[in-house]
């Protein structure tokens, strides 16, 4: 574990290292556009005075600190390169105290970190199983609301069939009722005519006892 931060900060610091001796030789031996290199290092700006006798400088953008003022910006950039190298250089020996502590708290954490690790697992595979619960229960749920939407579906279909016994018991009643309602006009008829018939027989009775009552006189 101890060689493998120790590894990893190293690696890292060389490379920042060799990017910055990069920009610095090509700064010195490779004739670039020096402005434009200044133009794209972060945390400097670089100005220059007008005048007869203009100069070139850099300030750091944390701290505020200027570096070497020149007619030229070549010794500015080689100063500004310097510096970004020192501070490199000095962050590399800043981690490279802090590694012991680092390790030895890793070493201190790793039981912990083994124990959460083992409670996570224990975690995951409770929730796995509730969740295959769920599923079953999903699963179960479901084949209900189609056994229930099956047993719907028959009673819609009983229902329907009850409204067509309704519709057409309810046209019988109709005709049922239309027959009443000729069959009292008939006895009504009928009644009247009993009526008619018995005016005619008592009449007659009584014509007959006028004769009667005639002969015998």
Avoid: C
Avoid at 48 to 74: L, Y
Avoid at 107 to 128: H, N, R, Y
Avoid at 164 to 177: F, Y
Avoid at 191 to 212: M, N, P, T, V
Wanted: proline share 2%.
């Amino acid at each position: 574990m101890k060689t493998t931060i120790g590894k990893v900060l190293a690696v890292a610091t060389s490379v920042a290292s060799l990017m910055f001796l990069g920009f610095v030789s090509v700064a010195v031996f490779g004739g670039a556009n020096w402005e434009r290199q200044a133009k794209g290092l972060e945390g400097y700006t670089f100005s220059r005075t007008e005048g007869e006798n203009p100069q070139w400088t850099a300030t750091e953008h944390v701290g505020g600190q200027t570096f070497t003022q020149s007619k030229v910006i070549e010794p500015v950039l080689d100063a500004v390169y310097s510096d970004m190298i020192s501070d490199l250089t000095e962050e590399q020996r800043t981690y490279t105290e802090q590694i012991p502590a680092l390790e030895q708290e890793l070493a201190q954490m790793k039981p912990a970190i083994e124990a959460d690790l083992a409670a996570l697992q224990a975690a995951v595979d409770d929730f796995q199983q509730r969740l295959d619960a769920r599923r079953s229960e999903v699963q179960a749920n479901a084949e209900a609301v189609e056994q229930a939407a099956a047993e719907v579906q028959r009673v819609e279909d009983l229902i329907e069939s009850r409204r067509e016994d309704v519709e057409r018991l309810s046209a019988q009643v109709g005709q049922i009722r239309d027959d009443r309602f000729r069959i009292e006009q008939i006895q009504r008829q009928l009644r009247d005519l009993i009526k008619q018939i018995d005016g005619s027989l008592q009449r007659a009775s009584q014509r007959q006892e006028q004769l009667k009552s005639v002969l015998e006189g």
